[in-house]
């Protein structure tokens, strides 16, 4: 059962938290742990630092999971419709496939998830949020192994 996504507003800030795809890596919780504490009911508490501090954080997630928009930010111009984006996928030692870039995933419900900038794909099989990663692979000892295409 997938969790909802939640979203939090402060100002001009705005910063939506992914737990389907959170990796659990604690870049949040390190870098601003008056803003990003577990331990609180409402753990994410944009009024404690500026906009600025904790947009340069949440880009920072190494999922995706966290994501933020400024509502006072000019619009990005958008590229033109000609150049695609590509996507990235890199395998992690011991650990996930990180794929980046414009991301569509079907799930086997039928349900649609889009994602604009980076997930973490199990590969352990151990994930409870498959298809995506939540760090099993730490706890299962998963040891990655490197084949190459015969030829």
């Given at each position: 059962?997938r969790?909802?996504?939640q979203?939090?507003t402060?100002?001009?800030?705005?910063?939506?938290?992914?737990p389907?795809?959170c990796?659990?890596?604690?870049?949040?919780?390190?870098?601003?742990?008056r803003?990003?504490?577990?331990t609180?009911?409402?753990?994410?508490?944009?009024?404690?630092?500026?906009?600025?501090?904790?947009?340069d954080?949440?880009?920072?997630?190494?999922?995706g999971?966290?994501?933020?928009?400024?509502a006072?930010?000019p619009?990005?111009?958008?590229p033109?419709?000609?150049?695609?984006?590509?996507?990235?996928m890199?395998?992690?030692?011991d650990?996930p496939v990180?794929?980046?870039?414009?991301i569509?995933?079907?799930?086997?419900s039928?349900?649609?998830?889009?994602?604009?900038?980076r997930?973490h794909?199990?590969?352990?099989?151990a994930?409870?949020?498959?298809?995506?990663?939540?760090?099993s692979?730490k706890?299962?000892?998963?040891?990655?192994t490197?084949?190459?295409?015969?030829?």
């Amino acid at each position: 059962m997938r969790k909802p996504l939640q979203t939090y507003t402060h100002g001009a800030l705005t910063v939506t938290f992914d737990p389907n795809v959170c990796l659990h890596s604690g870049v949040c919780l390190h870098a601003l742990p008056r803003v990003f504490d577990i331990t609180q009911k409402r753990w994410i508490q944009l009024e404690h630092e500026p906009a600025n501090l904790i947009a340069d954080v949440v880009s920072r997630c190494p999922s995706g999971a966290l994501q933020y928009e400024m509502a006072d930010a000019p619009a990005a111009p958008e590229p033109p419709p000609t150049t695609a984006s590509p996507v990235l996928m890199e395998l992690l030692a011991d650990g996930p496939v990180r794929v980046e870039g414009p991301i569509r995933i079907t799930l086997e419900s039928g349900e649609i998830v889009e994602k604009p900038g980076r997930v973490h794909l199990c590969r352990c099989g151990a994930s409870q949020k498959k298809p995506f990663c939540d760090g099993s692979h730490k706890q299962t000892g998963f040891k990655s192994t490197v084949t190459l295409p015969a030829g």
